[in-house]
């Protein structure tokens, strides 16, 4: 069974930057991963997913230009560097999977319809 781990939150000023992590361990290698984000009295939403090769990468209009999502297969690990930041972006951040999906053009869709992995989250806060 996948798990998936996240580290990097914190506190930061607007303007500032973070960078989040995201490792996948156990059962099938993953090929499909994203991050999601979940406000207080909001839904969650999807904020940046990517396929492995980084040819199908997809970013919410929200983050797009600020966010940048990398990754580094051989740790199976993913990155999501958050520059620029914003009030609006606090909110606890979530790593999700799927490993069911094998095409780079599903991965988003099949992410937001809701991937079979999450990630305990990690906080982000930033304040003015």
């Known amino acids: 069974e996948v798990q998936l781990v996240e580290s990097g939150g914190g506190s930061v000023q607007a303007g500032g930057s973070l960078r989040l992590s995201c490792s996948a361990s156990g059962g099938r290698y993953t090929n499909c991963m994203g991050w999601f984000r979940q406000a207080p009295g909001k839904e969650r939403e999807a904020v940046a997913t990517?396929?492995?090769?980084?040819?199908?990468?997809w970013y919410s209009d929200s983050v797009k230009g600020r966010f940048t999502l990398s990754e580094d297969r051989r740790k199976n690990t993913i990155y999501l560097q958050m520059d620029n930041l914003k009030l609006e972006d606090t909110a606890m951040y979530y790593c999700?999977?799927?490993?069911?999906?094998?095409?780079?053009?599903?991965?988003?869709?099949?992410?937001?319809?809701?991937?079979?992995?999450w990630g305990q989250g990690t906080q982000v806060t930033v304040s003015s």
């Open positions: 999700a999977a799927d490993p069911a999906v094998l095409s780079g053009i599903q991965c988003s869709t099949a992410l937001k319809l809701g991937p079979g992995v």
């Open positions: 990517t396929y492995t090769g980084g040819l199908n990468k």
